[in-house]
């Protein structure tokens, strides 16, 4: 038997608790937690000593140098996770990271660059693909049993209230990115995205939003507009308690050879072991490639 994965965790707030932990739990024999970190030492000591983690180190670098881990599991807050994917990467470590990714083509570019020169691999957390009625839809849309589709729609009609927002890095520009539309609405866009795969092009539309008085928040959500081959579609996230909508993002083929309009480039993400290929892969494990 293959000796398991040695897996190492940062940031171990709620879904560290609720999600990572259970799951490397339920995979014993297969990953073993070594270690953790976290930016508040005595909650990470804490979750160790609860968990019966090994060692508990002060930083993300020190442990990557310490442990040499097979896998990093990333359950910190959206604006950091970038960062950390790259340098877990470069470390020759796999990144299993929470969504979502990144906050930008540059960012996405760093990491794609990282993992093509790491031995590792950057999985985001994207669990709505793994259930079985999704994956049944998905066979039934590929094998053409339901029949040309033409229209698109994803709700995601979720309500946060202040206590979920009560967390200081949520709902702000600088930690959380992108409010209601990032956090929760994100789940919806990948699973239209991944039901029906092959999207070339995303781009994003911003409306006009005053931000006075705002203190850097993003309590409104963010309408979603997807194009598929002339099939429209839209996803509307709907999760804070101010529901006037702020921003828009929409995604649609475009023929090979046509320039993309001002503004627009490609979302090089690709999924699955053969390049070329984009979100979406039969094996349903979702990486960088």
């Known amino acids: 038997m293959a000796d398991p994965l040695r897996a190492v965790l940062v940031g171990v707030g709620g879904i560290a608790r609720s999600a990572h932990l259970p799951a490397v739990r339920a995979l014993a024999g297969a990953v073993e937690l070594v270690a953790v970190t976290d930016i508040d030492g005595h909650q990470a000591a804490r979750f160790a000593a609860e968990h019966r ?3 508990v180190h002060a930083d993300l670098t020190t442990m990557l140098d310490k442990e040499t881990p097979d896998l990093v599991l990333v359950a910190t807050p959206s604006a950091t ?3 950390i994917a790259v340098e877990c990467l470069d470390a020759g470590a796999s990144v299993y990271c929470e969504k979502p990714l ?3 083509l540059a960012e996405h570019d760093a990491i794609l660059a990282a993992e093509r020169r790491s031995a590792g691999w950057c999985v985001p957390v994207f669990q709505w693909r793994s259930g079985s009625a999704a994956r049944h839809l998905r ?3 590929a094998a053409g049993s339901l029949g040309r589709s033409l229209l698109a729609l994803c709700h995601t009609l979720w309500y946060r209230g202040p206590d979920y927002y009560a967390v200081p890095w949520r709902g702000r520009r600088d930690t959380e990115i992108g409010g209601a539309t990032t956090t929760q609405g994100i789940h919806a866009i990948d699973l239209l995205l991944w039901l029906l795969p092959d999207w070339e092009e995303v781009s994003r539309a911003r409306h006009p939003r005053s931000a006075a ?3 850097g928040r993003l309590d409104r959500p963010r309408p979603v507009r997807l194009r598929r081959a002339g099939r429209p579609g839209e996803q509307r996230a709907l999760a804070c308690p101010d529901q006037q909508p702020a921003a828009g993002l929409s995604a ?3 023929a090979a050879g046509a320039p993309l309009p001002v503004q627009q480039r490609r979302l090089d993400v690709r999924a699955g072991a053969r390049a070329g290929r984009p979100v979406g ?4 494990r979702t990486r960088l490639t």
Do not use: E
Not at 281 to 284: Q, R
């Open 213 to 215: 008085g705002d203190g």
């Open 102 to 104: 990144c906050a930008s």
């Open 53 to 55: 983690v090994p060692r």
């Open 252 to 254: 649609g083929h475009r």
């Open 81 to 83: 996770h970038a960062a």
């Open 281 to 284: 892969p039969a094996d349903g």
């Open 139 to 141: 066979d039934l849309l």
